[in-house]
């Protein structure tokens, strides 16, 4: 897994390069995914001492184990996060350890669609996505263990935790190109149809558009007019060195086209956009 969270941390950089208008938002991810790549590491060393021996994905996690993790992770966020933020982690340190093991239980338990946190000033849509951001490596340790997981390209939601996708990924396959989304939590890739809206399951053809722009060419952005919804999608045809996950932070422009035009992001991604 480490080696994952290298090469997140060595395409933040990449990307800061290449596209100067979102730098900021670059850095920001490269210093939270080397606090992720931390926690990461340490499940990698002791993963008995933060999972159960339970088959099922949702009891494997052990709270007395996380909970020390998650105030040391707060701390370290406060440090690195642009102002806003920072003061949300200052505020979310001060709560009792019962606030944090209720806020990782529901989480980890059914992860929740986040949309606008930067752009909002509720305390407890900002905990949810600073508690996402804590567990996404304990869950994609567990994704990454052996599973027998089938997709027919109809789920909405990821077929391994339930969590939304964060990013649509295009790859090569014969004249055209196959789809996959990928979760927002556990980081699971799962096989969906190209013409299926992920967030109400809208399946005509002119109801759904994408729009894409020439200094971002590899990346587009999905948009669904029944329920106003958008996700990004990268086009590894075009670009196969690109990671998704990371690609898509630097789409800013594509962003703010699609909430100029009324549009609502599915899932805002780690920078809370």
């Given amino acids: 897994m480490n080696r994952i969270w290298d090469v997140r941390i060595r395409r933040a950089g990449d990307l800061t390069t290449a596209y100067p208008f979102a730098a900021e938002a670059l850095r920001f991810y490269a210093q939270l995914a080397m606090l992720q790549q931390r926690l990461a590491s340490e499940l990698e060393q002791a993963p008995t001492q933060v999972f159960t021996a339970d088959s099922a994905f949702w009891k494997r996690l052990s709270l007395p184990a996380v909970l020390p993790r998650f105030s040391i992770f707060l701390s370290n966020i406060r440090k690195i996060a642009p102002a806003a933020l920072s003061q949300s982690a200052a505020n979310l340190l001060q709560e009792d350890s019962a606030r944090w093991s209720s806020l990782i239980e529901e989480f980890w338990h059914s992860p929740s669609t986040i949309t606008d946190v930067m752009l909002q000033k509720d305390a407890s849509v900002t905990s949810q996505y600073l508690t996402w951001l804590f567990l996404q490596p304990f869950a994609e340790?567990?994704?990454?263990q052996p599973k027998q997981i089938i997709s027919d390209g109809n789920a909405r939601?990821?077929?391994l935790c339930g969590g939304a996708p964060i990013v649509g990924v295009l790859r090569p396959e014969g004249d055209s190109a196959r789809?996959?989304?990928?979760?927002?939590?556990c980081?699971?890739?799962?096989?969906f149809r190209r013409i299926?809206?992920?967030?109400?399951?809208?399946?005509?053809?002119?109801?759904?558009?994408?729009?894409s722009a020439p200094e971002i060419a590899h990346i587009r952005v999905d948009v669904c007019e029944t329920c106003r919804s958008y996700t990004k999608s990268v086009?590894?045809?075009k670009f196969g060195l690109?990671?998704?996950?990371v690609d898509e932070l630097a789409a800013l422009p594509?962003?703010?086209?699609?909430?100029?035009?009324?549009y609502q992001k599915l899932q805002i991604n780690a920078v809370g956009i």
């Fill in 196 to 211: 299926y809206c992920p967030a109400c399951g809208e399946e005509r053809e002119s109801h759904m558009a994408f729009y």
């Fill in 235 to 237: 086009d590894l045809s």
């Fill in 254 to 262: 594509l962003d703010l086209w699609a909430r100029e035009n009324g």
């Fill in 187 to 191: 980081a699971h890739e799962w096989a």
């Fill in 141 to 144: 340790y567990v994704a990454s």
């Fill in 157 to 159: 939601r990821c077929p």
């Fill in 242 to 245: 690109a990671v998704p996950v």
């Fill in 179 to 185: 789809k996959s989304l990928v979760c927002m939590l």
